[in-house]
């Protein structure tokens, strides 16, 4: 099966779930500098919201990149991952309009961990796919980055009811670790071509 279809359909989605977000930022009612104040906590989590649908959408298609075809495993796998994704302008304005509050801090590391599961699962579907000894195994190799970041949020998620901003600190950690998309995945594509040229 190619997987053309598959990642566009994904942009596609990711493209819309940008564009729900920034449509659920509300302009201020005052017109001075000072009216901007009220928005604030929205703006922090959007920015916060769209770096990890960037860092989702770049890291995605490095896999995709690294993979020479898909079967229907990944296409739930795939799907699944966008649903978690799809939820992540709900969290977003409700922790934004709400001054991160606990709750919706929770519920936003909650969204958090089971993207980076569903992440985790289309790694491995794909793996499974293409075998053990593929560039693609062997650019995730043992994937330390991805298990680190599900622990993060796993222990995120209570301390927001300890401290939100704490929970909130979490997420930034691990925003900051994938900012940079894995090099690991260009160089076995670029060593399996030229050892395939």
């Given at each position: 099966?190619?997987?053309?279809?598959?990642?566009?359909?994904?942009?596609?989605?990711?493209?819309?779930?940008?564009?729900?977000?920034?449509?659920?930022?509300?302009?201020?009612?005052?017109?001075?500098?000072?009216?901007?104040?009220?928005?604030?906590?929205?703006?922090?989590?959007?920015?916060l919201s769209f770096v990890y649908i960037a860092i989702y959408w770049n890291n995605h298609h490095h896999l995709l990149h690294a993979t020479q075809r898909?079967?229907?495993?990944?296409?739930?796998?795939?799907?699944?991952?966008?649903?978690?994704?799809?939820?992540?302008?709900?969290?977003?304005?409700?922790?934004?309009?709400?001054?991160?509050?606990?709750?919706?801090?929770?519920?936003?590391?909650?969204?958090?961990?089971?993207?980076?599961?569903?992440?985790?699962?289309?790694?491995?579907?794909?793996?499974?796919?293409?075998?053990?000894?593929?560039?693609?195994?062997?650019?995730?190799?043992?994937?330390?980055?991805?298990?680190?970041?599900?622990?993060?949020?796993?222990?995120?998620?209570?301390?927001?009811?300890?401290?939100?901003?704490?929970?909130?600190?979490?997420?930034?950690?691990?925003?900051?670790?994938?900012?940079?998309?894995?090099?690991?995945?260009?160089?076995?594509?670029?060593?399996?071509?030229?050892?395939?040229?």
């Amino acid at each position: 099966m190619n997987k053309g279809r598959l990642e566009a359909f994904s942009d596609g989605v990711l493209a819309v779930i940008i564009t729900i977000m920034v449509l659920e930022m509300k302009s201020p009612h005052g017109t001075s500098l000072a009216s901007l104040g009220s928005v604030i906590p929205v703006f922090l989590t959007y920015i916060l919201s769209f770096v990890y649908i960037a860092i989702y959408w770049n890291n995605h298609h490095h896999l995709l990149h690294a993979t020479q075809r898909v079967n229907g495993a990944t296409l739930w796998a795939n799907l699944h991952l966008l649903f978690w994704l799809s939820l992540v302008p709900f969290t977003t304005a409700w922790m934004g309009e709400n001054h991160f509050d606990s709750w919706p801090v929770a519920v936003y590391g909650v969204v958090l961990l089971l993207a980076a599961v569903a992440y985790f699962v289309l790694t491995k579907t794909l793996i499974s796919l293409h075998g053990r000894g593929s560039t693609l195994a062997r650019s995730i190799g043992r994937d330390k980055k991805g298990k680190i970041s599900i622990v993060i949020y796993a222990a995120a998620v209570p301390l927001a009811f300890v401290r939100s901003w704490i929970a909130g600190a979490c997420y930034i950690v691990v925003a900051i670790m994938w900012l940079i998309p894995d090099p690991r995945i260009e160089k076995k594509v670029a060593e399996s071509t030229e050892g395939n040229g």
